[in-house]
């Protein structure tokens, strides 16, 4: 190694100061420069509306998609304070869009009940635009500050008008240098709108795109009530949405739940209206609570038969949807992690569990009918799920007629490293392409499982039916981690499962009909970011210097206006007409491949999403895809 730049000492301690550190690595601050991450932004302003709403001061919130892709926010609220904050010898609004960890949540004074402990989301949002404008209607006045170029103010707080509103008005521009996509979508921002709306049942959202002139507005009386309707508005229910709301120890926990004949549960949790995405106290107290409740009424009126002596939690939650919203003062509020994504707080463990024990007791007494349909469903699933395990048992035992490793035999070929998490599997369309990547794989880390036509549609299928199930059956063996609520992302032989199909419409479908099953079954493994979509090439172009490979319709027309002198186009109909050395280097060679990683950004839109599309109800999913899918594109290539 040579002498130069080997050199550590004081000088060479960066210090980033105010809002450059934002600048420099936002994936820190709002998780990634993605299009999630610019959504981000959004939601960070409106949180800040969305804690004046929580402090009984704000009932209505607007967000323009203006036409040059600027956000505007706008609240009825008591107006950011103006004053001079004496710490900081400078305005108040100033304070919060310009300075880290400052904001109205860290004083007793402050908010109560907000959203967050850290107080970045101002200041970060103004760091990561090219312009900002913040205009203040406060006792009386009207007053604004402007900022640009990562935060910097280049017009001071002045009064410029007088008036008797009060509220709040952002506008900013998301700095396309660090946003290459700086484009927002009106449905990723309305999904977002709406649920907030169905946790604030005395606040009106409205977001209008002024561009394509879009527009839609949310308000819920019945809150959380409503976002259990909306989730199950396609399934069908066996019982009334149950609903309480009660307060103890300082936390106020409200619940709404609803069973439907499905096999899957879906529980949402908030606190202080931020989603915990990974649950937390909160929602173990929920389950704990929930389970102890049926098991007492059941033992209490001699419902249990036989051996059977209780229910385990995961039968009494099967067709469960449940939201979960808890308020936790600020002095209680703790999270794991920055994310804010698993709440920590140890109290909101018994008092959740306490209210929902009492509350659930009480309403099983009083609706015997549905607590006895309710019941009978949980019963059902525990001997449904104890088939199932018995059959996995003895099959990989080799008790029963066809065991573990026969079922594998003939269709996986096994990677052949110990190091599991760097092994891949994939899941690939046809025994034609099947043979063609066993043949060109690496041995050490890539295994292969052909699929057979298209696999079963697991949106109303439970474990029996995956059992009976071939295809899914050898799926769930070769990933060997268990199914269902029995799954262990830790215990798998994988650390990435790629879908590998061919890129037409049947191939489209049977991708779909893996995610459901996944979804379905094994969720952590989408959860924890270990399913992928590979994407095989549609085109090759032959020239003079050689082959290259064309991913999209889009970039093969941009090929085009480069290409000169004879040349041949070939598109691929399918991963069987590649040569196995051709699709390794395209699809499965890490150099070269694209993957797509399947995520689980928002589970209750996932949930509608996939029931809307895998389910029974023909006219939503006609609805759905003449909304949300193009079919004006054709293939124009004709060289």
Not at 260 to 271: A, G, M
Not at 478 to 496: M, T, W
Not at 573 to 602: F, I, P
């Amino acid at each position: 190694m040579g002498a130069e730049n080997t050199e550590y000492g004081a000088d060479q301690i960066q210090i980033l100061e105010g809002l450059e550190a934002v600048r420099k690595r936002p994936g820190m601050y709002i998780g990634s420069t993605s299009s999630r991450g610019l959504h981000h932004l959004v939601y960070e302003i409106v949180d800040n509306a969305v804690d004046e709403a929580l402090a009984g001061f704000c009932t209505e919130i607007h967000v323009d998609i203006n036409p040059d892709n600027s956000i505007t926010v706008v609240d009825n609220g008591r107006g950011i304070p103006v004053g001079i904050n004496h710490k900081a010898g400078i305005p108040a609004v100033e304070v919060v869009f310009t300075i880290l960890h400052a904001g109205g949540k860290f004083e007793e004074a402050g908010y109560k009940v907000s959203g967050g402990l850290h107080g970045v989301g101002g200041s970060v949002v103004n760091a990561l635009s090219t312009k900002m404008e913040v205009t203040i209607y406060r006792e009386g006045k009207i007053s604004q500050i402007k900022f640009a170029d990562g935060g910097h103010v280049v017009s001071p707080l002045k009064t410029i008008g007088e008036s008797k509103k009060t509220g709040t008005i952002v506008t900013f521009l998301p700095d396309k240098e660090i946003f290459h996509n700086a484009n927002f979508s009106f449905t990723t921002i309305c999904e977002r709108m709406q649920e907030s709306a169905f946790l604030l049942s005395n606040v009106t959202i409205e977001v209008i795109d002024e561009e394509d002139n879009l527009s839609a507005k949310y308000h819920y009386e019945k809150g959380i009530v409503s976002f259990v309707e909306y989730i199950n508005e396609n399934k069908n229910t066996i019982s009334n949405v149950i609903h309480f709301k009660n307060m103890k120890n300082k936390i106020e926990v409200e619940i709404a739940m609803q069973y439907t004949d499905s096999y899957n549960e879906q529980i949402l949790s908030f606190v202080n209206n931020v989603k915990t995405s990974d649950g937390g106290s909160h929602e173990v107290g929920f389950k704990t609570g929930l389970t102890k409740a049926f098991n007492d009424y059941a033992k209490n009126n001699n419902l249990f038969k036989g051996k059977d002596t209780s229910l385990d939690g995961s039968d009494v939650r099967e067709g469960l949807s449940a939201i979960i919203s808890v308020k936790i003062p600020e002095e209680l509020l703790q999270f794991e992690g920055q994310t804010k994504g698993k709440l920590g707080t140890p109290e909101a463990r018994s008092t959740t569990e306490s209210i929902t024990y009492e509350n659930l007791k009480f309403y099983l007494e009083e609706n015997k009918e549905m607590a006895l349909a309710i019941l009978e469903k949980a019963q059902k699933s525990k001997m449904a799920r104890e088939a199932a395990r018995k059959a996995r048992e003895s099959v990989r035992k080799g008790t029963g007629k066809n065991n573990k490793e026969r079922v594998l035999s003939e269709k996986l070929a096994k990677a052949t490293g110990k190091n599991y998490m760097l092994n891949e599997l994939f899941l690939v369309e046809g025994d034609s392409a099947g043979g063609s990547a066993k043949s060109h794989r690496n041995r050490e880390t890539q295994a292969i499982l052909p699929l057979r036509g298209k696999v079963l549609n697991c949106e109303k299928a439970s474990s029996k039916d995956i059992e009976g199930n071939a295809e899914l059956r050898q799926l769930e063996y070769a990933i060997g981690a268990g199914l269902g609520a029995d799954f262990d992302y830790k215990e798998s032989n994988y650390g990435k499962v790629i879908i590998m199909t061919d890129a037409d419409v049947d191939g489209s479908h049977i991708q779909i009909l893996l995610i459901t099953f996944f979804y379905r079954f094994m969720r952590p493994l989408i959860e924890q970011g270990m399913l992928y979509i590979a994407t095989p090439p549609l085109y090759s172009i032959e020239t003079s210097k050689g082959k290259e490979y064309i991913a999209t319709d889009e970039e093969l027309e941009e090929r085009k206006k480069d290409l000169k002198g004879n040349y041949k186009i070939q598109r691929f109909k399918g991963l069987g007409e590649m040569d196995a050395d051709e699709l390794y280097e395209t699809t499965m060679d890490k150099k070269n491949r694209r993957l797509l990683r399947v995520t689980l950004n928002d589970a209750a839109i996932a949930e509608k999403r996939i029931h809307v599309l895998m389910g029974d109800e023909v006219a939503p999913r006609k609805e759905w895809i003449n909304e949300n899918v193009d079919f004006t594109l054709e293939d124009d290539f004709r060289k």
